[in-house]
């Protein structure tokens, strides 16, 4: 079982360049989320999705667009990147929205922005 | 919004202490889940609790959901080296989402 695979791992970006993560999960879930790590802070929601073609903003939205085309996929992305998105980042799914039984995370893209 | 506060912060431990961390709100959760990330890895989730009062276990670990649903507690006894790593505190709060705390960072002297 893949569960929840982000790509790439690692990345490190020039200020004012773009980019997109990708999320892919394999167990037909329905939610998929995308969180942001810094330290001291934990994980912060920036963008959120409740189903095939919906996307909602989270808590740290800004400078963040997102799409999911197809159930499994879940892509951020990144127009214009600042040294302030500097972070992990982690994307999560689940089965229902109520998020009874917890969420299901990747590994994590570590991010820097130079 | 609704927010947590975890702690402590961080800890630095001998093997084979029992270890206590907490997690709190202003506001009431009707969820309280516990997970552990390993360095370099995800979040994994260790306990989940339902119901105010509730005590669950999962080997050495114990977690509660406190009575009043505004907190929750998450003990490990007898630790390893392997327990070493980063435990989130995390609610379900009134929009349905996972709100998650601050994080406690632990580490194991052997």
């Known amino acids: 079982n893949a569960g929840v695979t982000q790509t790439p791992k690692f990345r490190v970006l020039k200020t004012g360049q773009s980019m997109t993560l990708l999320c892919a999960q394999d167990m037909n879930h329905e939610y998929m989320y995308w969180y942001r790590q810094d330290p001291g802070m934990g994980l912060r929601l920036i963008h959120y999705s409740v189903g095939e073609g919906t996307t909602a903003k989270g808590e740290v939205p800004d400078g963040y667009n997102v799409s999911r085309l197809k159930k499994q996929n879940f892509l951020l992305g990144l127009e214009s990147a600042a040294p302030s998105q500097t972070s992990v980042y982690f994307c999560?799914?689940?089965?229902?929205?109520?998020?009874?039984?917890?969420?299901?995370f990747g590994s994590g893209t570590r991010l820097t922005v130079v | 919004g609704q927010q947590l506060n975890q702690s402590p912060q961080s800890m630095f431990i001998q093997e084979g202490e029992d270890v206590s961390m907490n997690c709190t709100s202003s506001?009431?959760?009707?969820?309280w889940l516990w997970y552990k990330q390993d360095p370099g890895e995800g979040p994994v989730l260790l306990i989940a609790?339902?119901?105010?009062?509730e005590l669950t276990s999962n080997g050495r670990l114990t977690a509660q959901f406190g009575i009043t649903r505004k907190d929750s507690f998450l003990n490990i006894s007898a630790s390893i080296p392997s327990d070493v790593g980063i435990y989130f505190c995390a609610g379900r709060g009134n929009t349905g989402k996972l709100i998650f705390g601050q994080g406690t960072t632990l580490q194991v002297k052997p």
């Open positions: 609790l339902y119901k105010a009062g």
């Open positions: 999560a799914s689940s089965l229902q929205g109520y998020a009874n039984y917890g969420y299901t």
């Open positions: 506001s009431i959760f009707n969820t």
